[in-house]
């Protein structure tokens, strides 16, 4: 039978260390960054995030994501603290510590089915929604789809109409009666004074189908922009020539930048109700209280007693353009508006 030693008999050899373990206490203190620079992300490819310095366009270096941010989203418009190497020399590297609060978030999902929500830009002052007159037709669905993200989102809507040299859009336009919705032509033969005007000193999301001719109306406000062009397919739709999102600065226009993203084809918008839509115009958020429970704001026949019915004027104009939104988030209704030719109103 063996007898055990004494402590004086231990010696280094004896003392066994778990691997990877430390004596350290952990803690979830996290270090403070104070001396973070402000920034906007301006860009976002594999990981890595172009972050210009005070929001300046002359001075953005290349970020990565701090490991103790996790797995935390950061997209373009997002306004961030920035440590490290903050010159922007060439290879050289920072570090995202912070993510502010946003002030405004422009999603959609893929389908009104799916419930991932995907944030295509944040902290944008408008939305402008970019949309052909003809080749490809244009689809009123769509812009109700964009229109409903924007009030939701709380961006300010801005309507630009390419492509105007090949149909008369008065039909298409007043479709949108109602809406308080800025519109301007934006063709490639359109002096584009009226849209520069609405674009000075905000940062302005833009989208639209592929092939409307958005990269090149880019190109027009942004010239350095340099955005890829493409012709539209022979079954109607473009084919995506943007395809990552990108903040460009306007030169001129001091504070101005512009969000170029990728054309899409369908605006999902699982994650907007009719009661979201609605609460964007005071005078019919008010009038909607005295509704009756479970009113779906549509009117008759589904809601003979909603008080949307009850309006006049600049108001019933507003509630009419704001139900067509409605039917266009309905997978079962469609807007009753008229046709104008080769334009499927209502289609998203």
Request: glycine share 10%.
């Amino acid at each position: 039978m063996s007898r055990g030693r004494s402590s004086s008999a231990y010696d280094e050899s004896d003392v066994r260390i778990r691997p990877g373990k430390s004596s350290r206490p952990r803690t979830k203190t996290r270090p403070a960054h104070a001396d973070a620079a402000t920034a906007m992300v301006v860009s976002v490819d594999r990981g890595r995030w172009g972050c210009a310095i005070d929001a300046d366009p002359d001075q953005v270096v290349v970020a990565m994501r701090a490991r103790e941010l996790g797995r935390t989203p950061i997209v373009v418009g997002d306004r961030v603290g920035v440590v490290g190497d903050t010159s922007g020399t060439k290879d050289t590297l920072a570090r995202i510590v912070r993510v502010d609060e946003r002030s405004s978030v422009l999603r959609r999902t893929a389908d009104d089915t799916d419930p991932f929500e995907r944030i295509v830009v944040a902290n944008a002052d408008q939305l402008l929604i970019v949309t052909a007159l003809a080749d490809p037709p244009p689809r009123t669905g769509f812009v109700e789809r964009a229109l409903a993200a924007a009030y939701v989102g709380g961006l300010t809507p801005i309507l630009a109409l390419t492509k105007s040299d090949l149909a008369d859009g008065s039909a298409f336009r007043d479709a949108f009666a109602g809406l308080d919705l800025p519109i301007v032509a934006a063709g490639r033969d359109d002096n584009l004074t009226a849209l520069r005007e609405l674009l000075d000193g905000k940062v302005t999301a833009l989208v639209g189908h592929s092939g409307v001719g958005k990269s090149t109306m880019v190109n027009r406000v942004v010239p350095q922009a340099d955005r890829a062009t493409g012709a539209v397919s022979g079954v109607g739709k473009g084919r995506h020539t943007s395809t990552q999102s990108v903040a460009l600065p306007i030169p001129d226009l001091p504070g101005t930048w512009v969000v170029d993203t990728p054309g899409i084809r369908s605006f999902g918008l699982a994650h907007v109700s009719p009661g979201d839509v609605i609460n964007a115009f005071a005078d019919l958020r008010a009038t909607i209280e005295d509704c009756p429970r479970g009113c779906t704001h549509l009117g008759p026949p589904a809601d003979p007693e909603c008080r949307l019915d009850e309006l006049a004027g600049v108001s019933a104009r507003r509630a009419m353009a704001v139900r067509n939104i409605l039917f266009a988030l309905s997978a079962e209704n469609r807007p009753l508006v008229a046709d104008e030719g080769n334009i499927p109103l209502g289609d998203a």
